[in-house]
């Protein structure tokens, strides 16, 4: 086995040392009865070309944005990603170094770290970020629960239009310990009804938790949401699932959120069929002792070097145990540093042009699309790169009419909203061309 | 002549390098965008411009190459499996192979999205059932969930299973048994959903002993949460015992799979009467740990735990694969989307590659490897339990400590030697730890090196400790002040003035 260099002799020589006669004698310790004696029922070995093969022909059953014109988003989305990203992410150094326990021979991860750290505070708006966290949805779900910690409260005030996932999430979480949630709906502009959510919170209520944009690709006014949810005080969470549009929208931090999460994963990590993804994390100073997941501080070293290292540890399992702030331990290091290196690339004018590329192809095709028979937009207010399209037939029916074309038209959003089961989600990133989005156009005008 | 001129570890060309924040110039860029194909509207007009931010203030102007030249070099001060030996016990720093980078970056994995109708999606879906056979079979489990994202993900969807699962049967307890060996994510994960942690102690062998789980265990007890082997590298050789103790009082028996690399295809942790069990693809399956993930964490439980698994689930179908939500007494979902999809490329592409027969040489040289070490190293360093161990060995600062060297001496000065330090200070039941896993696939010249490396520093602790006590003197930066990170929190970047 070309990853295993202990040779026969090798073998006898050690055991020799060992004063062992077998390597059957170093598991003596196992009962008879709990050997197994036979061999495992998995495929037997693969030469590396034999591999790079079945891989290839497994991977070719799949529709690949490239080859297919793709219009999905609820919360991955298809960004370009700069080359330099995979070159620099697959240097050993960063690939194959352990989350940096020991910080002289690790500068490398806890800069990278501190960076990413900064590049979070300045796109959100926020004063802390931690190191990274799963992804999106696991991320609001520690938000949540920090707030409870924060406010001793238990109750969640949830808008309906924060990614249906997270929610189902956030309940999963939140079920353990005993905390209620209340959803609040949206109106005809496909964002949160504002009224709604004066009602919903109460004086016991932990936190307000909304997506920006949200799971119908609708621009929130956050200031009013946050008054509602501080003049109760509760504290304001706000879900980032697309970070590319905080290239053009206002960062959370400047319409008084308390905390933001998110998913990081548009910040040119790829898709993945859904992960590994990257979960943000940020919120005010005062909260800091509050937060789950690693932290990277600066500090001096003996000869008063700068370096950075982990800090505010007694926060984490490892030293707290049963009293942590959260158990996350292996995070996302690597994908943070994607997130890294794509954000230091783009720059605040790559970052700008992409958000109003997006912008600005989303718009046409809600145009285009919404004027063509039997179909519609369903909401009336501002969008970022993804809307709701009402359809007179079935969405399930137009979507397979589309595969023929090798088009994927949207998703479906009777499979979360019953009330919406006449809708599809469409969303248009930069990687859409015109030709692409006319081409959607011309089929779903044949499928009327 | 000792020391580590005559070992291993060299001083290449070390770059100085600032922040990337401190770089770059005005209207300089490092992205390219194809031109706009449709109306340029302004922004103000489709968003209102109340809504819309100014630029980003801070945010650095850099070229292409600046940015390739700037991770390059902080990538230099990192020390990984790459560079060197990395025997940092609990984490299997095995090496983490080439081409399963390559197959997980295939355009059909990686730019498949996760809302691909199935049909669309038939070759991730396959990957991802085949991988859930092998990890059953590996386990000895009947049903595994790939959806977890981490090791400590995985606990924390175990324990909400079980929790479900003492629910349905309308029997909620309060209490979950711990040995105090075992790594903080599990009461981490417990305390999340409201259990009562219970402290266990390890016996005089370091194992636990039936007697005192027997003592400890009532019908308020929801679970027993094992590691084994267990953090000492010591196989809990009454697992199957201690398991019938607890099934006799309606508790459920959870593995912390952290090592599963000792034991694959020797013994099965389905056969010892474990109920559930996490398996961390970051370890035993050659996911590479990229500085703190990703990582993913399957959870891998018996049949009776099965209805309670987070949805969605990957199920054989009469005409192929599907994702399957519709399980009305699942836990729910503990993230987005189906998996870490791309770290399981990876297992899987590990697992064919070793087939089983590869698997068990894996587990076999990994404790052939621990106990060469452990016997090699026993007369310099004071052993606290002499007894065969599987895939890591601990020793501790005992004899060290006499010359006033500590742990962490000895760590640091590890660095001036090429090494990476083992794991310290850990488990909290050795004072002064030093866990040692050296993984199946370093060569026996490796640990020779390492060896003699370890006897150096022990006879330096006797003979210059001020030497040792003052490591590292060979990496770019001394020791941090972490006392002073952590009372002045500096936790990002601000520009000056």
Redesign the interface.
């Given at each position: 086995?070309r990853?295993?260099?202990?040779t026969e002799q090798?073998?006898r020589?050690?055991?020799e040392?060992?004063?062992?006669g077998s390597?059957e004698?170093?598991?003596?310790?196992?009962?008879e009865?709990?050997?197994?004696r036979r061999?495992?029922?998995?495929?037997?070995?693969?030469s590396?070309a034999e591999?790079?093969k079945?891989?290839?022909?497994?991977?070719?059953?799949?529709?690949?944005?490239?080859?297919?014109s793709?219009f999905?988003g609820?919360?991955?989305y298809?960004h370009?990603s700069?080359a330099?990203i995979?070159?620099?992410?697959?240097?050993?150094?960063?690939?194959?170094?352990?989350?940096?326990?020991?910080?002289?021979?690790?500068?490398?991860?806890l800069?990278?770290?501190?960076?990413y750290?900064?590049?979070v505070?300045?796109?959100t708006g926020m004063?802390?970020?931690n190191?990274?966290m799963?992804?999106?949805?696991?991320a609001t779900a520690e938000g949540i629960?920090m707030a409870h910690r924060i406010t001793g409260r238990s109750e969640v005030v949830v808008a309906r239009t924060v990614?249906p996932?997270?929610r189902?999430?956030a309940?999963?979480?939140a079920?353990?310990?005993?905390l209620t949630f209340r959803e609040i709906g949206f109106t005809d502009a496909g964002t949160t009804d504002l009224e709604a959510v004066k009602q919903g919170l109460t004086p016991q209520a932990a936190c307000l938790v909304v997506q920006y944009p949200n799971f119908f690709g609708g621009?929130e006014?956050l200031a009013p949401l946050a008054e509602a949810a501080h003049a109760v005080g509760a504290l304001f969470v706000v879900c980032v699932a697309e970070p590319i549009a905080?290239?053009?929208?206002?960062?959370p931090g400047?319409c008084g959120a308390d905390i933001v999460t998110g998913?990081g994963q548009g910040l040119g990590t790829?898709?993945?069929?859904?992960?590994?993804?990257l979960g943000l994390f940020a919120t005010r100073e005062r909260f800091?002792r509050h937060m789950p997941g690693?932290?990277?501080?600066?500090?001096?070293?003996?000869?008063g070097?700068t370096?950075?290292?982990l800090?505010?540890?007694?926060r984490?399992?490892?030293?707290?145990?049963?009293?942590?702030t959260?158990?996350?331990?292996?995070?996302?290091?690597?994908?943070a540093?994607m997130g890294t290196?794509y954000?230091?690339?783009?720059?605040?004018?790559?970052?700008?042009?992409?958000a109003?590329?997006n912008?600005?192809?989303a718009?046409?095709a809600k145009e285009r699309l919404g004027s063509l028979e039997g179909l519609g937009a369903r909401f009336d207010g501002?969008t970022?790169n993804e809307f709701v399209l009402r359809t007179k037939k079935k969405p399930a029916a137009v979507?397979k009419r589309l595969?023929k074309r090798e088009i994927?038209g949207g998703?479906d959003l009777g499979r979360f909203y019953p009330e919406l089961k006449d809708c599809l989600l469409v969303c248009v990133t930069?990687q859409k061309?015109?030709?692409q989005?006319d081409a959607l156009a011309t089929a779903l005008g044949g499928v009327r | 002549m000792s020391g580590p001129e005559r070992t291993v570890g060299t001083q290449g060309l070390v770059f100085e390098e600032p922040l990337i924040f401190e770089q770059g110039s005005p209207g300089r860029v490092g992205f390219s965008l194809p031109p706009c194909d449709v109306p340029q509207k302004k922004a103000e007009t489709l968003i209102p411009p109340h809504l819309l931010r100014g630029e980003i203030p801070g945010l650095p102007e850099v070229s292409e190459g600046e940015v390739v030249r700037h991770y390059t070099r902080i990538s230099q001060w990192n020390f990984g499996i790459d560079l060197g030996f990395y025997p940092l016990g609990s984490c299997t720093m095995k090496y983490n192979p080439r081409v399963n980078e390559d197959v997980a970056r295939l355009p059909g994995f990686a730019k498949a999205h996760p809302y691909l109708p199935d049909e669309l999606a038939q070759g991730a879906l396959q990957l991802l059932w085949e991988l859930e056979q092998y990890l059953a079979e590996v386990s000895g489990l009947d049903r595994v969930s790939l959806h977890p994202s981490a090791g400590a993900h995985g606990e924390l969807t175990g324990v909400m299973m079980i929790r479900a699962y003492h629910q349905s049967k309308g029997d909620p307890r309060r209490k979950i048994l711990i040995p105090e060996s075992a790594h903080g994510t599990n009461p981490a994960s417990s305390a999340l959903c409201g259990y009562q942690v219970v402290p266990i102690k390890s016996g005089p062998l370091g194992v636990v002993e039936p007697q005192v789980v027997a003592e400890a265990m009532d019908d308020e007890v929801a679970a027993i949460m094992l590691t084994n082997p267990n953090t000492l590298g010591l196989f809990e050789e009454h697992i199957a015992e201690i398991a019938e103790i607890v099934h006799r009082k309606g508790g459920q028996v959870y593995c912390d799979g952290a090592n599963l690399n000792a034991i694959m295809g020797i013994t099965r942790p389905g056969d010892w009467g474990v109920d559930v069990i996490h398996v961390n693809l970051h370890k035993t399956f050659s996911q590479p740990h990229g500085g703190g993930g990703p990582g993913a964490g399957p959870v891998a439980v018996r049949n009776h735990l099965a209805p309670f698994m987070p949805v969605p689930t990957v199920e054989k179908t009469q005409t192929g694969f599907a994702l399957d939500s519709d399980r009305p007494q699942s836990i729910g979902r503990v993230r987005s989307f189906a998996a870490s999809f791309g770290v399981m490329v990876r297992s899987y592409a590990y697992i064919r590659s070793l087939g089983p027969d590869g698997l068990k040489l894996a587990a076999e040289t990994a404790v052939l490897n621990a106990n060469y070490i452990m016997n090699r190293l026993k007369a310099d360093y004071h052993l606290p339990y002499d007894r065969v161990c599987k895939h890591e060995c601990v020793f501790s600062d005992a004899e060290q400590l006499k010359n006033d060297v500590k742990t962490l001496d000895i760590a640091k000065r590890l660095m001036d030697y090429g090494f990476h330090p083992p794991t310290i200070y850990f488990p909290l039941i050795v004072p002064g730890a030093l866990m040692i896993e050296p993984t199946e696939t370093e060569s026996k010249e490796t640990l020779d090196q390492f060896i003699a490396a370890m006897k150096a520093i022990a006879r330096e602790a006797k003979e210059q400790p001020d030497l040792v006590r003052a490591a590292p003197h060979k990496p770019r930066i001394s020791r941090l002040d972490e006392t002073r990170a952590a009372r002045q929190p500096v936790l990002r970047w601000k520009p000056k003035g």
């Open positions: 086995m990853y295993i260099p202990i090798d073998r020589q050690m055991l040392a060992i004063g062992s390597v004698d170093l598991f003596a310790d196992v009962p009865t709990l050997r197994f061999a495992l029922r998995i495929p037997a070995a693969l590396e591999l790079t079945h891989l290839r022909v497994l991977s070719d059953r799949n529709a690949d944005a490239d080859r297919w793709i999905l609820a919360g991955c298809d370009f700069p330099i995979t070159h620099l992410i697959q240097r050993g150094e960063f690939l194959t170094a352990y989350t940096p326990y020991q910080p002289e021979i690790s500068q490398g991860t800069q990278a770290l501190f960076e750290q900064t590049l505070c300045q796109l004063e802390v970020s190191a990274s799963y992804e999106g949805a696991s629960l990614h996932e997270y189902q999430v309940r999963t979480y079920a353990q310990l005993g621009v006014d905080l290239g053009l929208l206002k960062p400047e998913e790829g898709m993945n069929y859904g992960g590994p993804a800091v690693r932290l990277v501080g600066e500090t001096v070293d003996r000869q070097r370096g950075y290292v800090t505010l540890a007694t984490e399992q490892h030293i707290r145990r049963e009293k942590a959260s158990n996350i331990c292996t995070s996302e290091s690597l994908i540093l290196i954000l230091v690339s783009m720059g605040p004018q790559g970052l700008r042009a992409v109003l590329q912008l600005r192809k718009a046409y501002p970022f979507l595969l994927v998703l930069e061309s015109r030709e989005i | -």
